[in-house]
């Protein structure tokens, strides 16, 4: 009988990826308010206090990236067209942790968000980057791109499916 295979890509939820990420964000937060762990490097470089922005940023930006590979995935497979490579779904992965990153940070990080949200704070430039540096990484590197192979029945169209020759 005549199968021909083809390869499929899958985007899951990375369990372990994703606890230590969740585990680091955590440890993070708690390290930043610790007695002496600010202010030792300088300013752009000082990540702890930036910890808050990475946390929020790094949960926001995996969801990102697992929400457009998931629907990228599976268009292609519904759609019966091409796939894509993964690297071009890591790429478009990318791209929605990024979407998410600046939407998020904009809102929070920029004088036009405080404002249109009516929240009290100030505006860090380096909060917005570190958020959404962050939230583009987070989003193409941790969800799972597995690729796996389809065995697909197709028929012999010079074969007599009612005396079985050929």
Same mark, same amino acid.
């Given at each position: 009988? #005549?199968?021909v295979?083809?390869?499929?890509?899958?985007?899951?939820?990375?369990? $372990?990826?994703?606890?230590?990420?969740?585990?680091?964000?955590?440890?993070?937060?708690?390290?930043?308010? +610790?007695? @002496?762990?600010?202010?030792?490097?300088p300013? #752009?470089?000082?990540?702890?206090?930036?910890? +808050? &922005?990475?946390?929020?940023?790094?949960?926001?930006g995996?969801?990102? +990236?697992? $929400? !457009?590979?998931?629907? !990228?995935? =599976?268009?292609?497979?519904?759609?019966?067209?091409?796939?894509?490579?993964?690297?071009? $779904?890591?790429?478009?992965?990318?791209?929605? %942790?990024?979407?998410?990153?600046?939407?998020? &940070?904009?809102?929070?990080?920029?004088?036009? +968000?405080?404002?249109?949200?009516? *929240?009290?704070?100030? #505006?860090?430039?380096?909060?917005?980057?570190? %958020?959404?540096?962050?939230?583009?990484?987070?989003?193409?590197?941790? #969800? &799972? !791109?597995?690729?796996?192979?389809?065995?697909?029945?197709?028929? &012999?169209?010079?074969? =007599?499916?009612?005396? @079985?020759? *050929?």
């Amino acid at each position: 009988m #005549p199968y021909v295979e083809q390869l499929s890509n899958k985007v899951s939820h990375a369990s $372990i990826k994703y606890g230590v990420l969740a585990m680091s964000c955590i440890a993070l937060l708690i390290a930043k308010d +610790g007695d @002496g762990a600010r202010d030792i490097l300088p300013e #752009p470089f000082d990540v702890f206090d930036h910890a +808050g &922005n990475i946390n929020g940023s790094a949960q926001l930006g995996y969801a990102g +990236g697992l $929400i !457009v590979g998931k629907l !990228v995935t =599976d268009r292609a497979s519904r759609g019966g067209e091409r796939e894509d490579s993964r690297l071009s $779904i890591r790429a478009k992965m990318a791209l929605g %942790g990024l979407s998410v990153g600046l939407l998020v &940070n904009g809102l929070v990080e920029t004088k036009f +968000g405080t404002k249109l949200m009516h *929240w009290e704070s100030t #505006p860090d430039p380096i909060d917005f980057a570190y %958020g959404v540096i962050t939230a583009t990484a987070v989003g193409a590197l941790l #969800p &799972n !791109v597995e690729q796996e192979a389809v065995r697909e029945y197709v028929p &012999n169209q010079d074969q =007599d499916f009612d005396t @079985g020759e *050929w």
